[in-house]
């Protein structure tokens, strides 16, 4: 679907550029942001590889274990059916601290493996459980205490204070998690009450 979309930009910017005389400026456009997407790609790359290169150092020494532990507490309140095996556990422990220090990239090979494991203890591997749903709730709408990946967007682009926009992540992050979590809990409630419902039919 996106393939279509940024085609149809494309050829609706052409058409514009030549209706409107300017297809000179629309080919140094084109040509200047594929070498200003690879000169960012590049800066990223960096970032990108030492915080998952730390995210597999931290694995293979054990700490994802100690942030497991110490996320249990939180993630049994979240996570009521959550398998008891451990796995699953610390991958979201791993993908929640990954998303802590805004590497949402580095945070997406511990979410795959997080989902892999709830879908596995899953009775019905058709059906997204609870716990699946809040899993993509809290990684979607998560709580960004050092926002990484947008400030080295900002400094990329010539910020002075790339990290000056923190107090305004924290805030709305916060608000986004919170909303989110309350949304799954009064729909997940409603989505019960109904399959209650319709097992009785059934059943009467």
Same mark, same amino acid.
């Given at each position: 679907?996106? !393939? ?6 494309? #050829?609706?910017?052409? +058409? ?6 300017? +297809? ?17 790609? %590049? ?12 995210? *597999?150092? /931290? ?21 009521? !059916?959550?398998? =008891?095996? $451990? ?9 929640? =601290? ?6 949402? !990239? ?21 059906? @997204? ?13 998560? %709580?960004?205490? %050092?926002?990484?990946?947008? /400030? ?5 682009? $010539? ?9 305004? %992540?924290?805030?709305?992050? +916060? =608000? @986004? ?14 989505? !019960?009450?109904?399959? *209650? #419902?319709?097992? *009785?039919? *059934?059943?009467?």
């Amino acid at each position: 679907m996106m !393939n279509y979309i940024w085609a149809g930009i494309m #050829l609706v910017s052409i +058409v514009c550029a030549m209706a409107t005389g300017r +297809v000179n400026e629309v080919s140094t456009a084109m040509l200047s942001g594929a070498g200003d997407a690879v000169t960012l790609v %590049i800066a990223l790359t960096g970032a990108m590889c030492l915080w998952s290169g730390l995210m *597999r150092i /931290a694995d293979q020494s054990g700490l994802t274990g100690k942030l497991a532990k110490s996320f249990s507490p939180i993630l049994r309140i979240l996570f009521p !059916n959550l398998p =008891s095996d $451990g796995e699953t556990a610390k991958a979201i422990s791993m993908n929640v =601290s990954a998303n802590l220090l805004g590497m949402g !990239n580095a945070a997406t090979p511990f979410g795959i493996a997080a989902m892999k494991e709830l879908a596995r203890s899953a009775g019905d591997p058709e059906t @997204a459980t609870d716990e699946m749903i809040t899993f993509v709730v809290i990684n979607t709408a998560s %709580i960004q205490l %050092i926002p990484t990946t947008v /400030a080295m967007l900002r400094s990329a682009a $010539g910020s002075a204070t790339p990290f000056d926009l923190m107090p305004a %992540i924290w805030i709305t992050s +916060v =608000s @986004a998690l919170i909303v989110g979590i309350l949304m799954t809990r009064i729909l997940g409630g409603f989505s !019960n009450v109904n399959v *209650r #419902l319709s097992q *009785r039919r *059934r059943t009467g």
